[in-house]
Each structure stands twice: as C-alpha cells, then as structure tokens.
C-alpha cells in the first residue's frame, strides 16, 4: 500500500476489527436537535438511543469501540421528556464536525437513516454560531423585500401567473393587469417550468417587460419572480438569465430541486434576487404529526438556512390541512433569533380569497406576504380592480 | 407595452378575466398517474377529482375556461376502483406537455402540490415511449456493474466504511482489507462527506489508492465508491474527482440533494461513474402507507429515471420498517421494463448479518446486491476472513 502508512493493529476490547491508528480530534462544540417520539416511553427512549448511533456511526451499539468515536462523535441525549399519552419529547446533541461544511450534510444529520423509521419528527434546531456562521440565509429577508417593492410597513400583496397551459401572450397580459393594480410579487405558477406551450426564457421576457411598463405607469415596484426550479445547471443558469432580464426575483421548489441546491441559488452573487420558496414535494415531511418535520423548523428555520426570503405554504382554513396552530409556528421560525440571518416572510396561501386578507393580517400581523391566487379572478369582473382592492386591504391598517 | 402584442379582450362565459389569445397545441400524448386514495369512495373521488386540477392549473374548477385547457390539460381520470376499506385505486392522465423537459417538473406533476394533501399516494408511472426517451436512466445497470466487478452470475457483495469519526488511514485500511477479502462494492458511509476528521479528497485518495493496491494483490475488482453528496456544484466536482481519481463509482443520496441532482451526476460524461442511490432524507415519503409513494415507485422507478444504477433501501426483518412484500416490490420495479433503460440492482441493507445471506438470495434472486454493513464485523475476529466468508455465500449457489 505505497500511499498509505500500514498501521499496527491495534486490538480493542470492545471491537478487533476496527482499526483506529490515529486520535479523533474535535472542538466539543455541538448542536441540538429537538425531537418528538412517539410509542410508549420505553419505546420512545429506545428510538431516541436509536438516533444517537443511527445519525452518526450507523454502527450496532456493541460494535463501536471505546475512545473519543464512542464519547463524542455519538449523539447524546440531552433531555428526555413525556408530553402526552405516546409523545415525548428529547434533545439529541451532536459535534458541529458531523455536519461537514454544508446543509446537505446538516439535513443528513437531522433526518438521514432515521426519516426510515416510524414515530421520529424533528421539531427543532439550536445551532451554535460556529455552525449558524457558515450559512449566509436569505439575501434579502424582509427589509430587503420591503426596500425593492417600496412597501415599508404594510403586508405585500402576492399572486400567480397561471393557470398551466395559457399563451406566453397571454401570461403576460396577466401580469400586466397584476402588476397595474399593485401586486407586489408577481410569482409564476410552480407548474410552470419549461414547456412547449410556456418556454422559459419567452415567459422571462415577455412577463419582466410586461411587468416593467405597468410600473412606468404607475409609478409603482411589482416584481416578477419566474419559477427556475429545474435539474442543478439549468436552475443556476436560469436564475442568471432572470437577473440579467431584469426579473425581480425567482420562485423555487427546494422539495423539488433539494434544499442545498436553493441555497446555491440565494449565494450565487451572479444572480442576487431574492427568492419565494413554494412548498410543492414537502408535504410527506408535514402531513402526519408522527414524522418528518415540524411545520417551524422545515417552513421557517430550514427555510432561512437555504437561503428563502418567503416562504410559501397553505394557510389553515383553506383546501389544504395545515392548522392555525402549525401556520403560526411557521410565522415564528420565519423571524426568531438565527444567528446573523435576516428574517422572511411568512406567505400564506393555498385557496385564499379577498375576504380572508383582513383576517389572516389580524393572524399574522403585517410581518407577511399574501398571497391569493385564484381567488383573485373570483372577486369582480374586473381582473385590474380585484388587484386594487386587494392591495387596499392590505394597506388599511397601515 | 413594447414587446407584448396587446390583444382584444376575450370574454369567456366561464371566467371573462383570463386572457386567452392563442390557441394551445398538444400532441395528444398522455401519461397516467396511479394513485392510492383513502377515505369513503365519495371522499376518494373528490382526491382524484381534486389532483386533476391541483397538480396542473391549480386553479379552482368553476374558474378554468371552456376550451384547450379545461379539455386537455387538466388531469383526466382514467379509471376509478376501490380495492378495499378505506382504500381506492385512481388512475389519471396528464398530457406529456405538463412535464415540460425534466425529471424535476414530472415529479412535480407526479406528486407537487398534492404531497400536502393527506390520504393521496402515488403508486405507480406509465410513461409513453417520447416521455421515456427524454431519460438516458442508468448508464450502467446490471450489466454494466457486473462487468466492471466481474461478477458474471452472482450477487454482488457490498460493505460501507465506517464508523464515522475514523481518522483516514483507518478507513482506507478499512477499505483494504475489505477489498482483500473480495468485497465487490465498498461505499462510504453515507454519513462520511466533508468532515475535519475525513475530508473528501484526502479519503477519496487514500481509500482508491487501498482498493487498487488490494486488487493488484488479488486479481479481483473491488470497486470504491465515495459518497459525493453535497450542494449542487459541489457533488458535480467531487464526482469528476472521483473519475480522475480511478475510484469505482459514486454514491449519492437523492433524497438530499434532489433526484435530478442524481440525474445530473448520472449523465455527466466527464464523470461516467456508476451510482449506488441511498435512501437518506426519503424515509418520510414511504413511511406511511397513506402518503408519499409506493415503494417500488420512489427507490425502483424513479431511482432508475434518476440514473441509480444500484438502489440501496432497507431490507424487510432488519431494523427499519420495510415489510418483505414492499421489497419486492422495489426488487420488481428495478427491473420491469422501462423503455430502453437499463435494469438496476435492488440492494437491501440496514442490520444486514451474514446469517441471512442466504435467505435474501432465496427472496430476491441473484440479481441483486448485498449490502452487510455492521454486521460484516461480528461475524468473527478476522475482518479479510468475514469479507471472504459472504463472498462465498454470495457465490455458492453460481
């Protein structure tokens, strides 16, 4: 073996066959996971043991031998505690070195092997600045948003281009109208990407001009966000054609396109846009309280991490299933304390209509997008109007 | 408004604010969705209904216009069965057109907006020959992994290096002294990326280098295969590293780093390297039977659509929660035909021992990939020996 030095085995009690020649160092910095476990508490503290070997060594228990592997690099059960009949809570630390230097190796860490196994959510993070350092968050956040569409102390306005399968022209005819009554983020439908009836770089141009001669005029700063999720390359190119088209910013699916690839595109300094994050693909992560995600930390933490300056998902009431309960705690990740990293925007949407804009400002407060979409067509027979009137309702608080 | 041809205003008896000036040309070609859904028959058909819109104009049905759209694009429901309590099989048709010209956009027509839907999942593709000729699929396949490891006939046998936390020269030692004893494909640990302790090009030298010198001892072909999932730029770069390198093949974790990530990697041409697909971060889209995707679909079909050229999941008794009929189906799926792409290995692990090498090859036949990770280690005191040992079992019945 001419590049590797042939070490003397060194025999350990625990495992012969693990060679281990060389003394693991690490800072003892760590993080924290906060999970909810499910089954009875016996059962729940087996699975929290069960996530201490399974996110780092992968290892039988038995098999790790003893040293700083065993005593460090192995999670450690922080707290455990029973919150209900069949839910507990427990607090898993591990050093900062398991997450490598990126989200991809974070998110392993979080909910690698263990999204494979019943009854484990993760509900939270505490991250360490060592660790919160390396992420640049959102570009953005909400004083950016608010600076690039002049919208100083209200709620922003948001709607979609759609439905699938409408003429370029007539997309942009769309925007137009949009963007005359005062919408402030114009976002494409996250339908559409790519195709033979809605070629990207035709939609680009025609919505970004579109949307720049209504606000010549009136006077007012609507952004055009076509959606550019889309396979790695293609997704970073057509963020930079976007930015060069003068778009003022992007729609992306990071349950589609990964949540590191969307951070790539926040940090990519040749497109520099800020970004609406849509929640097509995630919901198998939130759809049962047993596992995957809480609402917070995949909406509103994770969200921040990977460089979204909205984000997107379906407010309760709605036709989808998210509660108030689980909405307001998106809201609250989208603002608490992160280590440098600006606070977003909560943007609700999923079927919301003209008369719920008062009531999700009295949920949210005016720290928010809103976003309706079809129920913008449904209000009046005046497509420019409904958008005024939505605009104004958005403004009378304030 | 420069660029766009204004158009005379078009009312619509359904809806007169959408503009709709040009007609929509498709080329009539469709593909159907399987979808499971629960609920009452009456709650299941209001699913199926409801995907037909959601995952296309997401659009409310009284607001969709006569004409193209509402004939062509929306879903179409193909057949409709309940197959037992609470169960219902539908299947719905798309035209090709919706998934525009990626792997990223039909997952998003498969399983986009409804994944925040409860009680819907997807079980199964059939995808025309002009949507499949847009996938090129495995480069290498069973075939191909067969000639590269020279296994004619048999299973192939597979081992990953770990605990995490080991210091380099103990991995690549590892990594030796599996070779020696003729492991076929030695991954990293899907936890190893970027560490302090292992970084990736310091461990993909030294563990290349420990194969290639066990294979000049042995005369066989064990392949190394690092694990380059990252952020997108940077999984691309690691895995022509690893090409220049000489090591193996590559592993790579879709659930991570999005599967048209995979893809990409899969189709690079300066990389050219076969892919070991591992389940991390997909766990929550199969953990209930409720929601997500079947799992032959997610780690058969689609792990081939997105270029896996051997689909790592856990196998049925082990410590996760795969039953044995789930497996086979992902053993099925990875090789049902699927336009010109290649078959795939089913590679079952997670609690692996050499005591049930046996049974998986009554279970899945030769074409198949065993994966024994902890376990190769407590087999007995001489690592190269146990190594050996599951080869035999692997080649005794060949």
Do not use: W
Request: charged share 20%; net charge neutral; glycine share 10%.
């Amino acid at each position: 073996m001419s590049t590797i030095a042939r070490q003397a085995f060194q025999p350990d009690p625990n495992c012969a066959l693990i060679p281990q020649t060389v003394p693991l160092q690490l800072s003892g910095e760590r993080f924290r996971i906060i999970y909810r476990l499910g089954g009875t508490e016996e059962e729940a503290r087996a699975r929290a043991r069960d996530i201490c070997l399974e996110q780092t060594v992968e290892f039988p228990d038995e098999l790790v031998p003893t040293g700083p592997i065993r005593d460090h690099i192995i999670g450690r059960l922080e707290y455990f505690e029973t919150r209900g009949e069949g839910v507990h809570q427990a607090a898993i630390s591990f050093p900062v070195e398991t997450t490598g230097d990126d989200l991809s190796q974070l998110l392993n860490v979080v909910m690698g092997n263990i999204s494979l196994k019943p009854s484990i959510r993760a509900d939270n993070l505490e991250l360490p600045p060592s660790l919160l350092d390396r992420f640049r968050g959102p570009r953005f956040g909400r004083t950016g948003l608010r600076e690039l569409t002049g919208a100083a102390q209200r709620p922003l306005v948001s709607t979609a281009l759609k439905p699938m399968g409408l003429a370029q022209a007539d997309l942009a005819e769309l925007a137009y109208r949009f963007a005359l009554g005062g919408i402030d983020l114009i976002k494409d439908d996250h339908g559409l990407t790519n195709q033979t009836f809605s070629r990207f770089e035709e939609r680009l141009a025609r919505c970004t001009e579109a949307v720049a001669q209504a606000n010549r005029q009136t006077g007012m700063k609507s952004l055009y966000l076509p959606n550019v999720t889309a396979s790695p390359a293609e997704m970073i190119r057509r963020a930079r054609l976007a930015k060069q088209a003068g778009a003022g910013g992007l729609l992306v699916c990071p349950g589609i396109c990964g949540l590191d690839a969307m951070r790539a595109v926040a940090d990519d300094d040749a497109t520099s846009l800020p970004i609406m994050a849509h929640p097509a693909f995630q919901g198998s992560f939130v759809v049962r309280p047993e596992e995957g995600f809480s609402h917070g930390l995949l909406f509103g933490l994770i969200a921040r991490l990977a460089g979204a300056d909205a984000t997107i998902f379906p407010n309760f009431g709605g036709r989808f299933s998210f509660s108030r309960q689980q909405c307001r705690e998106i809201a609250a990740a989208a603002e608490a304390p992160l280590g440098s990293l600006r606070s977003i925007f909560p943007a609700p949407a999923g079927g919301l209509t003209l008369s719920r804009v008062c009531e999700v400002q009295q949920v949210y407060g005016r720290e928010l997008v809103i976003l309706v979409g079809g129920g913008l067509f449904k209000h009046g027979p005046d497509l420019i109007e409904n958008c005024r009137t939505f605009r104004k309702l958005a403004e009378q608080f304030y």
